[in-house]
């Protein structure tokens, strides 16, 4: 069974720019969830998907946003972009239920510069 | 809303030595709570979990975690350390739709 992907695995974007980051789910599931993790931060959530739907955000700005399609792929987008930005963005797939868990991608590094 | 917090951002210990690596959790219903590994430059991976039933659960690599209620701790395990198992150690609780992860403790490993 194929893991969980995520496109691309490095960036380097400039302040002000917007990125788009990719994953696709282990076939069969049907959320997806998003988090940042920084040094100084730690790993936090950003949002979670389910079958199209967001059903949970983070405490993140209005700049971080994400969509899951009908195959249950998703993106998350960050509008311009600032230094802080940078981190390491990791995604995981879940059947949906919490004592399920969840499997993660390998992330995507975002460098900000 | 749940906290974990994981006593010590590092913990060094010798190759063959026990391995204890502590979590603390808060939450105000019955927990769901993991634990994942973080190598370099790579993703999380789910060592171990534990939903209901037996409070000692047994992982991959060797780990294990015990869960206590009274002390509300999940504390990572594993008899003897291997170099390999040098990485950072993530222990988390799940909330509504999303985990909760404490800050993490990076596990270094002597030969």
């Known amino acids: 069974k194929a893991g969980v992907t995520q496109t691309p695995r490095y960036l380097i974007k400039t302040r002000g720019q917007q990125v788009t980051l990719s994953c696709s789910p282990i076939s069969g599931h049907r959320s997806v969830s998003w988090y940042q993790q920084t040094p100084g931060q730690g790993l936090q959530f950003l949002f979670e998907y389910f079958s199209e739907t967001q059903r949970n955000k983070g405490n993140f700005p209005g700049r971080f946003s994400g969509r899951q399609f009908s195959n249950s792929r998703s993106e998350m987008n960050v509008s311009t972009l600032e230094l802080g930005d940078s981190a390491l963005y990791l995604c995981a797939s879940s059947e949906g239920r919490p004592l399920n868990g969840y499997t993660f991608g390998s992330g995507t590094r975002l460098t900000v510069v | 809303a749940q906290s974990v917090t994981q006593l010590g951002s590092h913990v060094s210990v010798s190759e063959g030595a026990l391995v204890l690596l502590r979590c603390n959790y808060s939450?105000?219903?019955?927990?769901?709570l993991f634990w994942y590994v973080q190598y370099p430059n790579q993703g999380l991976q789910l060592l171990l979990k534990?939903?209901?039933?037996?409070?000692l659960v047994k992982g991959i690599n060797g780990f294990e975690a015990e869960f206590k209620k009274s002390e509300t701790s999940f504390h990572l395990t594993k008899p003897s350390a291997h170099m390999s198992d040098a990485a950072e150690y993530f222990c988390a609780v799940s909330e509504v739709y999303k985990l909760v992860f404490g800050a993490g403790t990076i596990l270094r490993v002597k030969s």
């Open positions: 939450s105000s219903v019955p927990p769901y």
């Open positions: 534990y939903t209901t039933g037996a409070t």
